[in-house]
């Protein structure tokens, strides 16, 4: 008989200090991008794999080292005080008002593309995605990269992973997507851990496209209006990132159902068969110190959860376990970043049946 596994609680401690990263790094990888080559970098909501957002063959790089396909858009990043009027074609009050509460910050806003700014980062569109991060490592980079574009330098930046797989919340895991072929900013790990609410205003009303750490009700404070949400109807909805439905999956296969289908399963599986479940210890039971269950009792915080959810499901790749059972969480606003990541990785494996 197999030993049984012990339970695995997730972390929840604060994110250590970042490391230092010297002014020369910061320099080294400006130059790089200024040269149309690719950096990675951290932001405070995951590691971002950029380019010059100017240079529609930089750009073409982010694609092809993801696997990414060419028509799914890209967030341009701006650094603190960097215009983002001059990547749009005008700027609305409401954006404005959005980008004075939370700016620098998770959030993405979508507005209708300059002109003069190449389509590649839009995968053809005529819509934009802009933020400005919070990290401080990131606004290093940014401020020096747009000093050599005359204040006007923005770095395209998806997540720096394999196209549709779980996104890189430290340096390490960058490193273990694209190994030494592209130069790593290490800033410690990310605080929030999930990518930005993306908040579509290119229609003349506020949409949320993706939601993260700004919630519906925090845009609906500063607006004076809530957005609308993403229930699949929104037809018109401009394509953005981390929108598809099958996306930040593992390699193992994952399924996400209530507690208790999940329990349906556990005693069905094989006699051999080692299963993780990742669940709210309150909900576990017995299944905690089952025979052949690799238990993680998952945070009941949903920020906590939100930070330490992609290295968790890292870490679950190589648990050496058949498959991941991850208990659905409560349908309320609270958790609607997580369930939406969760949602997203287990229809990956949907897709595939």
């Given amino acids: 008989m197999p030993d049984r596994d012990k339970p695995v609680a997730a972390s929840t401690a604060v994110p250590a200090a970042a490391p230092t990263v010297s002014r020369e790094a910061i320099e080294h990888a400006a130059a790089l991008l200024d040269a149309g080559e690719l950096v990675a970098f951290p932001t405070e909501t995951v590691y971002g794999l950029g ?4 240079n529609p063959e930089a750009v073409a790089r982010i694609y092809a080292a993801k696997g990414r396909p060419a028509n799914h858009p890209v967030i341009v990043h701006l650094p603190p005080g960097g ?5 749009v074609e005008s700027l609305p009050a409401e954006a404005q008002k959005l980008i004075d509460v939370f700016w620098p910050g998770p959030l993405t806003l979508i507005l209708k593309r300059a002109a003069h700014i190449p389509a590649a980062v839009s995968g053809g569109q005529d819509s934009v995605g802009l933020r400005c991060p919070s990290h ?3 606004q290093a980079l940014l401020t020096a990269f747009s000093a050599r574009r005359h204040g006007h330098g923005g770095v395209a930046a998806p997540s720096a992973n394999r196209f549709g797989h779980v996104s890189p919340t430290t340096a390490q895991h960058v490193r273990e997507e694209f190994g030494d072929s592209v130069y790593v900013l290490d ?3 990310s605080d ?3 990518e930005s609410t993306i908040l579509d205003l290119s229609r003349g009303f506020p949409a949320l496209l993706r939601p993260g750490r700004v919630t519906p009700q925090e845009i609906a404070d500063v607006l004076g209006e809530a957005p609308r949400l993403p229930d699949g109807s929104d037809a018109t909805a401009p394509r953005a990132s981390g929108t598809l439905k099958a996306h930040y999956a593992p390699r193992t296969p994952l399924v996400l159902l209530p507690f208790e289908a999940l329990e349906a399963l556990l005693a069905k599986r094989l006699a051999d068969e080692r299963i993780a479940l990742v669940a709210r210890a309150s909900r576990a ?8 269950v ?5 945070p009941e915080d949903p920020h906590v959860y939100a930070r330490e959810l992609y290295g968790l499901l890292r870490a679950l790749d190589r648990a050496n376990v058949a498959r991941i059972l991850v208990e659905k969480l409560p349908d309320t606003i609270e958790w609607i970043a997580v369930n939406d990541r969760l949602g997203r990785a287990a229809a990956a494996f949907e897709a595939r049946e």
Avoid: R
């Fill in 285 to 292: 039971g017995a299944w905690a110190t089952a025979e052949g």
């Fill in 136 to 138: 401080p490592v990131a």
């Fill in 187 to 189: 800033g410690g790990p």
């Fill in 83 to 87: 215009d983002p009027a001059f990547w």
């Fill in 192 to 194: 929030v851990g999930i």
């Fill in 51 to 54: 380019a010059d957002a100017q």
């Fill in 294 to 298: 690799h238990f993680v009792a998952a």
